[in-house]
């Protein structure tokens, strides 16, 4: 996708919804934060400075299940990649 300005990208916004623009920026920082919570949540886990219990709670386990996947994947790739033959 090409890169936009931000103010070409607000006032597509600003039309396509029909809201103004400290909605919009209001709505954008929301979901940018999101996202930024639910990765700290991930490293936060994978660091182990919450439990099992707790990622689950906050990520759902159908997250959680996956990033446990990926990290055992990364770690088997690792030990091949290690491996003198």
């Not at 070409?8 to 920026?25: A, H, K, M, P, R």
């Not at 709505?27 to 490293?43: F, N, P, S, T, W």
Request: hydrophobic share 40%; aromatic share 8%.
């Amino acid at each position: 996708m090409k890169e936009l300005a931000f103010t070409n990208e607000l006032d597509f916004l600003v039309s396509q919804y029909g809201l103004d623009e400290s909605t919009i920026i209001a709505k954008a920082v929301r979901k940018g934060m999101q996202l930024m919570y639910h990765d700290a949540l991930i490293e936060a886990y994978l660091s182990g400075t919450i439990s099992h219990d707790q990622a689950m709670k906050e990520l759902g386990s159908d997250t959680l299940e996956e990033v446990i996947y990926q990290r055992e994947v990364i770690k088997r790739d690792v030990q091949w990649g290690l491996t003198d033959e």
